[in-house]
């Protein structure tokens, strides 16, 4: 059975900083993996989708990374701004498309 | 509208009693999943449909839940003899389901189920 693992489950950092969220599973045979970010009483946004075949994805401030066969992944976020704060989730497609997710990791950034 | 909308966006109900939630996806897209997040925990996927016909519900926690999608838009969930650890937010989410390694998910807003 697939699970997704994810550390910190917080994370307090004042602005400007870099950071590295973690995420682990425990089955290689995964279609894809993504990062959501969900906002309190939101629902989830995808910010980046890393296929299989691929190592990295990144979009402005922040990059993804895949190893597949360790079973990790890396969200990093540069230059971390007020705004950024926000729950972060983990999950990676299995079968029929299903996400398995992570526990999630809650980030804050001070001003 | 442009995105996936669920309704009611919070629900409180009493032990015992059936619920229904209500769950509007993205128009075209195809597949729609429900998931259900307990406080400081990830989502768990409960049932995938395709189309009409729900292709996985591998998910659903027993058979109090039950979920339709008639005409392959709107899908309901409902549950039955709810019981309090059915609190949760129930999300949904929709997808055009290209290809199952590229392909992403819309989520809604969530449903938030209080049961006294």
């Known amino acids: 059975k697939q699970e997704v693992t994810q550390i910190p489950a917080a994370l307090s950092v004042p602005e400007g900083e870099n950071l590295v969220l973690n995420c682990s599973f425990t089955?290689?045979?995964?279609?894809?993996l993504q990062w959501f970010r969900q906002d309190p009483g939101k629902g989830l946004t995808s910010l980046l989708l890393i296929q299989s075949s691929q190592r990295e994805q990144t979009s402005g401030r922040l990059n993804a990374s895949l190893d597949k066969s360790s079973g990790r992944s890396t969200l990093y976020i540069a230059a971390s701004q007020p705004g950024d704060s926000a729950t972060y989730l983990c999950a990676v497609t299995g079968n029929t498309g299903k996400l398995i997710f992570g526990q999630g990791t809650t980030l804050q950034v001070k001003p | 509208g442009a995105g996936v909308s669920q309704t009611p966006s919070n629900k409180v109900t009493e032990k015992g009693k059936y619920v229904e939630l209500r769950c509007d996806p993205i128009s075209g897209h195809t597949a729609l999943y429900w998931y259900r997040q307990s406080l400081g925990q990830g989502p768990e996927f409960l049932i995938y449909f395709q189309g009409t016909g729900a292709a996985d519900d591998s998910g659903l926690p027993n058979d109090r839940f039950f979920a339709v999608r008639p005409e392959g838009s709107v899908s309901t969930l409902k549950i039955q003899r709810t019981e309090r650890g059915d609190s949760a937010v129930y999300l949904c989410a929709s997808s055009p389901f290209l290809t199952a390694n590229t392909d992403t998910q819309y989520f809604g807003p969530g449903t938030r189920l209080t049961v006294l």
């Open positions: 089955d290689s045979a995964i279609y894809n």
